[in-house]
């Protein structure tokens, strides 16, 4: 007897967005990740790697050596990274942080200018993650990235009012970030979208945990998120951020490389950068911020054959 | 989520029924914004009992136009006269909703076929030529034969809006408890379920204080499973009541602005 396959019926779709100058299509899915016999799932989920716009100051040897020769020449090694394979290049303005070079406003955006010209793939740019000055120097970026149709983050309840107002006279996306709560996450969505900022132009990070510090929570929100935007509510039917790398490479099982009972580094880091990342591609998210350009190789990977029907 | 259907464009009020009579589209818009703005889903129109048989079929078409003239929402077509239905669904933009079949078989001969010929949605009532059943077990065995005779004209339980028929609780008490007990079994007839629905503001005909009793009724006929109804849009705590109904039963997810959301799709 042929077996009968239960289909679940939605009523809506995840929004979709379109990042950089070239038009790169995410979300709009109608069901859930990769239930392509249920409904469609027109774009596949997309990669970033992560430059820093100085030496980043914490990252484990092993992070560091595939970029050896581009550290602290963030032109160069974002070409890199889109040499490597990355979708997107996620360029971090570490250098604003006030316990770091404090930089500009006027400074860190001309390193974004600069390596917004040189690539031709979307450019996110993620400030400095102290809130009070990502609300000076994101809307200065927003400006001298005019046209690149950038996505910018992350917002948070408190800053979000100076950056979504230059987001949107400036036609950039926004990363809406909440501390791993679906209604502070629905709220501010909401908020940003009541600037007039289309929905469709946010994208929210849930603030991710890695494998093992509590991607569980991360995983139960994502989903929720995504049963609620394809039942119809809009405010929570956005593109999903996950900062995969910046949380995987904080593990110890990622960064210590003298632990043999646990294998070698090499291997196990990368594997755990990489589980982080395909558990969150089955939980609903879109956008992937990656560390190692070996992850992003294996991870991609995993979508492809997810991909098919 | 929960639909709100904005029952304010109807003849039985005076300034349509003077609207209509004047063909001055003004009140009819007014009302179709103030409801769009308030949160209603659906906007019913109804020509009331003013016009002739002959002469409602080219007001309803007419009121439909008008209507959505001025706010981008369905309407629910309410009329017993099927060439005024047939004359809203032709000139109507979308998904209409036809407003109402009884499970009497000529009338689900005629409107049946009407709604799937149109793509419409379908409110039909769990009565038939023998009048209201008292029973729940009598209005839901209403609803399976409606659900039935729906399925064969290929209309799916979603489009299918079974009204158990809220009757007044001034002069129909006992039927309170079987109204709320159908819409449990209702939802149950089928997978999916069909949808119900509700003339709300009958539950309190001609009792002082009404709009308690349409708010009472309202939760806790949502807590059974009631997904729409005929009512108020413009009364903003039975508004409210559905917007906080909807978060309590976990039908959309929690926010500080829940209530304003609400009212915006």
Known sequence: ?309 | MFEIIGERINGLFIDIREAIKNKDPKPLQDWAVKQAEAGAYWLDVNTGPVASKEEQAEIMAWMVKVTQEAADLPCCIDTTNWMAMEEGLKVHKGKAMINSTTAEQAKMDALFPMAANYGAAIVALTMNEKGVPKSAEDRSALAMELLANADAYGISPIDLYIDPLVLPCNVAQEHGPEVLEAIRQIKLLSNPAPKTTCGLSNISQKCPNRPLINRTMLAMAMVCGMDSAVMDACDDELVDVAATASIILNQSIYCDSYAKIFRQR
């Open chain 1, 1 to 309: 007897m042929a077996v009968n396959i239960i289909k679940e019926r939605w009523t809506s779709k995840v929004a979709e967005s379109t990042l950089g100058p070239d038009g790169l299509k995410i979300g709009g899915e109608s069901t859930l990740p990769f239930m392509h016999f249920e409904g469609e799932m027109p774009n596949r989920p997309v990669t970033a790697l992560e430059v820093f716009d100085m030496e980043p100051a914490d990252w484990p040897e092993m992070l560091k050596a595939p970029y050896a020769d581009v550290l602290g020449d963030p032109v160069a090694w974002a070409k890199k990274v889109v040499d490597l394979g990355a979708d997107m290049v996620a360029l971090r303005l570490m250098s604003a942080h006030p316990d770091w070079k404090n930089a500009s406003a006027e400074e860190v955006a001309k390193t974004a200018k600069a390596v917004a010209d040189a690539i031709s793939v979307p450019l996110i740019v993620i400030g400095c993650g102290v809130e009070e000055k990502d609300g000076e120097i994101l809307p200065v970026v927003a400006e001298a990235l005019e046209g690149k149709k950038a996505l910018i983050g992350c917002v948070t309840q408190a800053n979000y009012k100076s950056i979504t107002a230059a987001a949107n006279g400036y036609g950039h996306n926004l990363i809406a970030s909440t501390p791993l709560d679906i209604n502070l996450c629905k709220q501010l969505n909401i908020l940003i979208s009541e600037m007039g900022l289309p929905l469709d132009r946010i994208a929210f990070d849930p603030l991710v945990g890695a494998l093992g510090y509590g991607i569980e929570y991360a995983y139960s929100i994502m989903e929720r998120a995504r049963l609620g935007a394809l039942t119809g509510d809009k405010t929570l039917a956005t593109p999903v951020v996950c900062f995969v790398g910046q949380e995987a490479w904080k593990a110890k099982e990622a960064k210590d490389p003298d632990v043999p009972e646990w294998g070698p580094q090499d291997e196990r880091a990368i594997l755990w950068e990489t589980t982080t990342a395909t558990t969150f591609a089955i939980a609903g998210g879109t956008i992937f911020i990656l560390r190692h350009p070996e992850s992003n190789k294996r991870f991609k990977a995993f979508i492809d054959e997810s991909m098919k029907a």
